[in-house]
């Protein structure tokens, strides 16, 4: 079966700090990958997007960046934190056309 | 683009049934999903329709109107634990993206 991973589940991280937040897939191979935030009470906005390795699509001008440097590990970065990263992020992945699957989210705090 | 529409909030009372609807525009359509997320948690797979007509899974039903741009998510025999934020999504088909609507938070009282 297959299952998806994310860390950390809460992160705190001052304002100007870098980001690092790792998500990786097992059993499934060529998964398509993405990285959604959520602010408190709102929906979920696609962050990047991507079908392969090396292939990632970024969906809103911001602060944030993401790579894919194996099949199945999708990674989302950014080099200085503003308060406004502060949200709760979300790593999914999806067969082609099929319903995506999430990981168990981070919960960032900018402080 | 994508625009997807969804009631903010909505309220029910336990025992009750409560459909809660979803408008979308799309260049390209591949699927309607629906999904429940608990406060603070991820969301879970609840349905999906890409055919016009009506799922059935339970308590929980699901149709969809391809012309109209137009699906409900229907869900029967209330339970308190039906409290959650439902959220509508549509994959298009030009780009394979999955876009999620702001969600219906749905709030049920004994």
């Known amino acids: 079966s297959q299952t998806i991973h994310q860390w950390p589940a809460t992160l705190v991280q001052p304002v100007g700090s870098p980001l690092s937040l790792e998500c990786t897939v097992e059993g499934t191979s060529n998964p398509n990958l993405y990285w959604y935030r959520q602010a408190a009470g709102r929906g979920l906005q696609l962050l990047f997007y991507?079908?392969?390795?090396?292939?990632i699509s970024s969906e809103v001008p911001q602060n944030l960046s993401a790579s894919r440097p194996q099949d199945r590990q999708f990674i989302l970065s950014s080099k200085k934190l503003l308060l406004s990263d502060s949200g709760f992020y979300l790593c999914a992945w999806s067969r082609e056309s099929a319903e995506a699957f999430f990981g168990q989210g981070t919960r960032l705090t900018v402080v | 683009g994508q625009n997807i529409d969804q009631p903010t909030e909505m309220t029910a009372t336990e025992g009750a049934i409560v459909q809660i609807n979803c408008t979308y525009q799309t260049s390209g359509f591949n699927g309607l999903f629906w999904y429940q997320q608990h406060a603070g948690e991820a969301p879970t797979f609840l349905s999906y329709n890409v055919l016009d007509g009506l799922e059935e899974k339970g308590r929980f039903s699901s149709f969809l109107s391809r012309s109209k741009g137009y699906s409900y998510l229907l869900l029967k025999e209330l339970q308190m634990k039906d409290s959650a934020s439902y959220l509508c999504?549509?994959?298009?088909?030009?780009?394979?993206?999955?876009?999620f609507g702001t969600g219906t938070r749905l709030q049920v009282f004994p």
């Open positions: 991507s079908v392969g390795i090396g292939q």
């Open positions: 999504a549509v994959r298009d088909s030009n780009t394979d993206k999955l876009i």
